[in-house]
Structure formats: structure tokens, C-alpha cells
């Protein structure tokens, strides 16, 4: 399984972007998928994952009602949509997947990783 993380760029604090990550392999169209991030100096943390279907969406208290998790299946595809960015939200954006996923939060359980995409946010 591979990973694309796209869609990461400057913007000013308030401001939205949409990230995406397509994936290659069939199979992994109902992996679990999740979002992470890595700001300069600091370890990987969970932002945002979302299970087989989509049914299910599980944010961190940071990002939570200004984040959104979506994926079509059928594009093979996850988005993370970010909404009233702030400059602690720069990081560089890691999307990941896994066939199975008991703890979602938790980076060790995700085998597949994408490349990452920079998102900058200017106060």
C-alpha cells in the first residue's frame, strides 16, 4: 500500500485547506485511515481518523469542530478538511493506514504511511 499526501501550503490563520491522501491497492479502500501530524521539535501526534466506512470519525481535543475526516472509497481516498487553521496547527501533515486498528491515536499500530504535506500558518 502506498500514500500521497497533497494539498499542504501557507495560509494565514483563519483559514481553511484540504488536505488529501490517495492510496494505492484495492484492498486498502477500507483500510482505517488517519491523519497525523509532526510540528518542528515536537513528536507525531494524532489528529483525526476514521474507520472502514466512514461512520465513524475520531478527532484529537485540539482539532475537534474544526477538523473534518471524510474518504470515498471508491476514489481510494482520505481528506482531512481544516477549518479556522491557527499557527499551532503548523506541522507537517502525515495521512497512515492499516487493515486493523484497535487504538486509533496510537501511530505504532499504522503500517502504511504517506510522505507527508506541509501546512504553514502565518499569524
Known amino acids: 500500500v502506498q500514500l500521497q499526501a497533497s494539498g499542504g501550503g501557507l495560509v494565514q490563520a483563519g483559514d481553511s485547506l484540504r488536505l488529501s491522501c490517495a492510496a494505492s491497492?484495492?484492498?486498502?479502500?477500507?483500510?482505517?485511515k488517519g491523519w497525523f501530524r509532526q510540528a518542528a521539535g515536537k513528536e507525531r501526534e494524532f489528529v483525526a481518523a476514521?474507520?472502514?466506512?466512514?461512520?465513524?470519525?475520531y478527532y484529537s481535543d485540539s482539532v475537534k469542530g474544526r477538523f473534518t475526516i471524510s474518504r470515498d472509497n471508491a476514489k481510494n481516498t482520505v481528506y482531512l478538511r481544516m477549518n479556522s487553521l491557527k499557527p499551532e496547527d503548523a506541522a507537517v501533515y502525515y495521512c497512515?493506514?492499516?487493515?486493523?486498528?484497535?487504538?486509533?491515536?496510537?501511530?505504532?499500530?499504522?503500517?502504511?504511511w504517506g510522505q507527508g504535506t506541509l501546512v504553514t500558518v502565518s499569524s
Open positions: 497512515a493506514a492499516n487493515r486493523y486498528v484497535n487504538t486509533v491515536h496510537d501511530r505504532s499500530q499504522y503500517a502504511y
Open positions: 491497492g484495492r484492498t486498502s479502500s477500507t483500510y482505517v
Open positions: 476514521t474507520n472502514w466506512s466512514g461512520s465513524n470519525t
